[in-house]
């Protein structure tokens, strides 16, 4: 029996019962677990009755960009390949359970200032080097490094010290509690300690997951072969997978129907109609909100420096015709970042902006402003080309002239965390899916220390920052998520749309296919049906 205590206030909050390392019934209940994210419109059918899920074959997936290795500790829309290579010390469950992958066991101390980790046995990394407590050090301080474009720094900072008792048990202590240190667990991907550099500079990628890279081909795309000394028993099924890179939505949308492509979470929304007309195609969404698409807004460039401003700006976006005509109608039209799954979701503060172009006009003249002329920085993608024009429509009726500056994803990237944004920005973020305080903490157009926007606030550090260290549960801990929410919603530096879990079209053969909760693609279970 394994107690988990959320923080030295709270007595014991939930317990979970957890197997031995090595479990492949818990292990293939993990696969299972995670594919009840996905709501599937058209269900795949069942492999023949008796022959169990088939060996063999190569997957291949569309995606619409190239890896980009000096993202490599960065949660992205490149991020999909990473729970291939690497594995993570846990995985939630859809109720935000934590489950056990290379940490098969845990223990809070009471006073929320350490956790002792059970670490699984067995486990080596693709060239043939053992898994040990050391890996597991190493993959904390390589997030706390500042030259790491990390996310979940700010948590793996709490890390304060660590007691390796033998190879496999590590009790890991913490400078104060906090409430998101699963989210870390999962994030976390946990690389080789030896080849590192050669990772972030694309030369070697290390791990202990069911595939190794064989081949990246800049532009082309990824290669992957079964790692055939995988710790989890009789895994993966496929012999390989392949990453294509088709940049064209019709070309890419061509992939998947010709069968060139079996699997992609890349086509624009607008094309779903067609992808639903398919016969051989399925549409998958996956509900629990991992993403979310918003307008940002360089506070330091005037006149949106003037919160009146932004929120003429947040009155001003259509998010449901977004929603409909341009996300296919996959997704939540929401003036918050939070999915309904997420405790700090409420419908009042959904509906907070809804389309009132009447009163952006107000609004901004109100401010002194009759016409706005700005720059707004996009991925030149088709789907966030589609975004961005329809925000562009949408604030030319208020009198908000937008440019458009179209950016390949890696640029995109770099300067979100750089903060070199222009005026605008039209992007999609994710961190609102797991424990609320992390998208405060960590995300970069949220991060209370430093955000995109280069919004500062005392009094949004103070109530961020208590919300990290406050039990997940409990009356004070909806407050502060109520008062993250208003301020947000006040300050309007970022203008959440829409929020959209990851749309997945997979052949119908395909079965077994999972993301966890950073869209990392897991395919330990995944096959291909004759």
């Known amino acids: 029996m394994t107690e988990l205590y959320s923080t030295p206030s709270t007595a014991l909050s939930r317990r979970t019962t957890l197997r031995a390392a090595g479990g492949g019934t818990l292990l293939l209940g993990l696969g299972l677990a995670g594919c009840r994210s996905a709501v599937s419109e058209a269900e795949a059918p069942a492999g023949k009755a008796g022959t169990g899920p088939r060996r063999g074959g190569t997957l291949t997936v569309a995606v619409n960009s190239d890896f ?10 490149q991020s999909l390949q990473h729970r291939l290579i690497y594995n993570t010390l846990t995985r939630y469950d859809d109720r935000l359970r934590p489950q056990p992958e290379l940490a098969t066991s845990w223990e809070y101390a009471r006073d929320g200032r350490s956790i002792t980790l059970k670490l699984r046995t067995g486990v080596t990394y693709h060239d043939g080097r053992p898994f040990t ?65 050669d990772a972030v500079a694309g030369k070697r990628l290390n791990g202990t997951g069911p595939f190794e890279l064989t081949k990246w081909s800049p532009g082309t795309g990824l290669r992957f072969t079964r790692n055939e000394k995988y710790w989890q028993p009789d895994r993966p099924y496929l012999d390989g997978v392949e990453f294509r890179v088709v940049p064209q939505a019709d070309a890419l ?26 016969p051989d195609l399925a549409i998958s969404e996956y509900t629990t909100g991992g993403g979310a698409f ?20 947040a009155w001003a976006v259509d998010r449901e015709r977004i929603l409909k005509q341009v996300l296919g109608g996959y997704g939540l039209a929401s003036a918050t970042p939070w999915p309904k799954s997420s405790p700090a979701f409420s419908e009042t503060g959904r509906t907070h902006y809804t389309y009132d172009p ?34 562009q429509y949408d604030l030319k009726q208020v009198g908000v002239q937008v440019t458009l500056r ?11 965390i750089a903060q070199k944004m222009p005026g605008l920005w039209a992007m999609s ?56 929410t208003d301020t947000l919603l006040d300050e309007a530096f970022i203008i959440d749309l829409v929020i959209r879990g990851a749309v997945q079209v997979a052949a119908k053969k395909l079965h077994g296919v999972t993301l966890n909760k950073f869209s990392y693609l897991n395919l330990d279970d995944a096959y291909l049906a004759g």
Request: proline content about 5%; aromatic content about 6%.
């Open 133 to 197: 407590a050391d890996d597991v050090i190493f993959a904390v301080k390589n997030l706390q490094n500042p030259l790491r474009a990390a996310q979940l720094r700010a948590t793996a900072a709490a890390v304060t010290g660590f007691e390796k008792r033998g190879d496999h048990e590590l009790v890991l202590r913490l400078a104060h509690p906090v409430n998101n240190l699963f989210d870390l667990f999962e994030f976390m991907i946990v690389t080789d300690r030896h080849s590192v550099e």
């Open 358 to 391: 009447g009163k952006a006009r107000e609004l901004l003249k109100s401010a002194g402003h009759s016409r706005l002329d700005l720059p707004l920085l996009h991925i030149n993608l088709p789907g966030d080309t589609a975004v961005a024009e329809a925000i």
């Open 429 to 484: 973020h994710g961190f609102a899916q797991v424990q609320p305080s992390t998208l405060a903490v960590s995300a970069y157009p949220f991060n209370e220390a430093k955000n995109t926007s280069k919004f500062r606030s005392a009094a949004y550090t103070k109530v961020v920052r208590e919300a990290w260290t406050t039990p997940e549960t409990g009356a004070r801990a909806n407050t502060l998520r109520q008062q993250i």
């Open 294 to 313: 918003y307008l940002g807004v360089n506070t330091t460039v005037a006149p949106l420096n003037d919160k009146t401003v932004r929120q003429a700006l």
């Open 406 to 416: 179209p950016t390949d994803p890696a640029t995109a990237q770099k300067n979100l």
């Open 68 to 77: 980009t290795p000096s993202l490599l500790f960065a949660q992205s829309g």
């Open 253 to 278: 949308l061509s992939s998947l129907r010709t069968g060139q492509s079996q699997l992609s979470f890349s086509v624009p929304g607008k094309n779903l109609a067609a992808v639903a007309s398919t």
